[in-house]
């Protein structure tokens, strides 16, 4: 049984210009499935050698796999796609499978559009792709049907099937991913020039953004052994001279008794790794005195999900934070010697040239290391697209990528918002490169951040940032020539509410209460707003 898994050749001007990253997918399947006995398998990353789709169908050829699987995230599903179709024709007998975001959520749409695709894996992958290929091996996938596998979809006779979810892993533990499957020399962090890995300590996460699915995609939060962790992150710096590594997950720090383990464990080992995360502000802030454990760690650069400059956003977003604590933290990880990043969503229909303004202030205010504008993406599986309903007209989702405007603000045009986004970068960066960055006392934190700086410089010397070289923009002077390049033809066959009840049934997540009350609180206020309505024009409800 040989199983090929590919990751497609999709870039974007954003996190890439850091470095080219280790795709964690690959190694956590490849660690599950060779554990069950599974070892035939192959990778090829055509993201990273930016192969085209021939140089694939050569590879695939030559390895004659049983398997083909390849992930998608969003912006990456047209490359899968094709990809996979290629896969169908060169290699007809071969089973071919999608996994990531995009699959798991807009399974209906994929598998209508590319019908070539034989199942699509359903969130957390380890368990579904293994007993999809047991089922492949053992010929139950053929005799009795894709449908013995739970957690994938796929389509019979011209009808789209989703098996019902299988669980969440509950024990972390069992998934001890196989890092030696990737092509190390290729996967080089910029600002410190040591190869980078982005190993898993959490899945999931508590809280329920509206503009973000991550937590609805692992459905429960769960925490791996720290010791665990630290052996599989000793492992990647002596076997795989790995010198930086950032945590995949979206809330590392909410378990504290276990992170703090973590800490303890690699001050212990005293590997000599820096690393990275990205986590809540309100973490930072309960965690306040322990901050210092966190940097003796090794732990240089926190990238704080702060978001908005005005609480109204906040509270839109469901963020649970405040403006208030996002200074707070940003000040105290400063404290702490910790580089800060501080991330904003901008684009939504409401924005204006005050409130990017108010952005850029707020920036200068909480004065973090670095700061990120990221473009609003309306993932279509997000509770905030459902709000937004026809204000979001683009459905390329390939241009879905934090760095092209989706939204049309009712302000401004996309090519002013892409300008004015950039102005604010060009204003903070400067003041960073000329004012702070060269400054620094602290050896480590200089380092990191002229080397932050080197990478920025040189994405903005290829024009690659924010893709500024593929749109066209040169400057303020070039806004009225800025294209996008949206593909009008793709479109979104908007799903009615029992659509996508449909497409959601059986998918549970740790979340059911808090999004009951937050419906019960929503029904309540427009009851409210009703009532004031009705008062205004009928007069006041005669009283009994
Ligand atoms: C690390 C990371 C990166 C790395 C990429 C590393 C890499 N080479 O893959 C960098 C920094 C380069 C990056 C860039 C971008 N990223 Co990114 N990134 C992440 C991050 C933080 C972790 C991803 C990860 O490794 N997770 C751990 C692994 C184990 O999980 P996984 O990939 O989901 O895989 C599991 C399942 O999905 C499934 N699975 C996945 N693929 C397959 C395939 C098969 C065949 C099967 C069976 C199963 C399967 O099984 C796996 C194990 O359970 C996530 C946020 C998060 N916390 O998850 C964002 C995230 C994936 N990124 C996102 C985006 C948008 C981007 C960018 C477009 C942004 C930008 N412009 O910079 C670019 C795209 C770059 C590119 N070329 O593709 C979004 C995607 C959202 C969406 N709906 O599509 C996320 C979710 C962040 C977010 N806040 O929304 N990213
Ligand atoms: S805290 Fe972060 S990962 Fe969690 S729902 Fe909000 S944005 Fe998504």
């Known amino acids: 049984m040989r199983i090929v898994l590919i990751h497609p050749n999709y870039h974007s001007g954003g996190a890439e210009i850091a470095g080219n990253w280790p795709p964690a997918w690959v190694a956590y399947l490849a660690g599950y499935l060779k554990h069950a006995g599974y070892t035939d398998l192959c990778f090829i990353d055509a993201m990273t050698h930016h192969l085209t789709d021939e140089q694939v169908r050569e590879r695939l050829l030559a390895l004659q796999p049983d398997i083909v699987g390849c992930t998608a995230i969003t912006p990456a599903i047209y490359k899968a796609e094709a990809l996979l179709k290629m896969a169908k024709e060169a290699l007809p007998q071969a089973v071919t499978v999608l996994g990531g975001i995009h699959g798991t959520f807009m399974y209906p749409q994929v598998l209508k559009e590319a019908p070539w695709i034989d199942a699509i894996v359903r969130g957390e992958g380890e ?28 389509r019979q006779d011209g009808k789209v099937v989703a098996t019902p979810a299988e669980p969440p892993i509950q024990d972390l533990d069992r998934v001890a991913p196989d890092w030696g499957v990737l092509e190390w020399n290729k996967y080089i962090y910029i600002p410190m020039g040591v190869r980078v890995a982005i190993p898993n300590f959490a899945r999931g996460c508590p809280f329920t953004c509206s503009f973000c699915s991550q ?6 939060y769960r925490v791996r052994d720290p010791i665990k962790v630290v052996d599989e992150i000793e492992t990647l710096v002596r076997e795989h001279q790995v010198g930086f590594f950032i945590l995949a997950d979206e809330e590392p720090t909410i378990h504290r008794k276990k992170f703090i383990a973590f800490c303890e464990e690699l ?9 990275g995360i990205n986590t809540r502000v309100t973490d930072i802030l309960r965690d306040e005195a322990l901050l210092p454990l966190f940097r003796r760690a090794g732990l240089v650069h926190v990238s704080l999900g702060t978001e908005a400059a005005a609480q109204l956003k906040l509270d839109r977003f469901h963020k649970e934070t405040t403006v208030a604590q996002n200074k707070k933290a940003i000040a105290l990880l400063r404290e702490a010697g910790i580089v800060t990043e501080a991330q904003f969503i901008v684009g939504l229909e409401n924005e204006t040239a005050e409130t990017l303004e108010e952005t850029y202030q707020m920036a200068r205010d909480w004065n973090p290391d670095m700061a990120n504008w990221a473009m609003y993406t309306p993932w279509p599986f997000s509770d905030l697209f459902q709000e937004l309903g026809d204000k979001v007209e683009v459905f390329d989702f390939e241009k879905y ?5 989706i939204m049309k603000p009712d302000a401004m045009d996309r090519a002013e918002l892409l300008d004015r986004v950039m102005h604010n970068y060009r204003r903070f960066f400067m ?27 040189k994405s903005g010397f290829q024009r690659s940032f924010y893709d500024l070289g593929r749109v066209g923009y040169w400057g303020p002077q070039s806004k009225g020539k800025v294209d996008f390049g949206f593909a009008g033809e793709r479109v979104h066959a908007r799903p009615d509410a029992e659509a996508i009840a449909a497409a959601d049934e059986g998918w549970v997540t740790m979340h059911g209460p808090k999004i009951a009350k937050r419906r019960r609180e929503g029904e309540a206020i427009a009851a409210e707003a009703l009532a004031r309505m009705t008062e205004a024009v009928d007069g006041p409800a005669a009283t009994p």
């Open 127 to 154: 368990q579904v792709f293994l007993n999809l290929v047991r089922a492949v091996d053992d010929g139950r996938w053929r005799s009795e049907g894709p449908g013995v596998v739970h957690g994938i979809a796929y």
């Open 215 to 220: 937590w609805k995609f692992w459905r429960d």
């Open 267 to 275: 001050i212990r080992r005293d590997l000599g790794v820096l690393w």
């Open 401 to 405: 990528n934090f760095v092209t405007p």
């Open 431 to 457: 003041n960073k490169a000329f004012l702070q960055y060269p400054w620094t006392k602290d050896r480590t934190r200089r380092r990191y951040l002229m080397g932050c700086l080197k990478a920025f410089a």
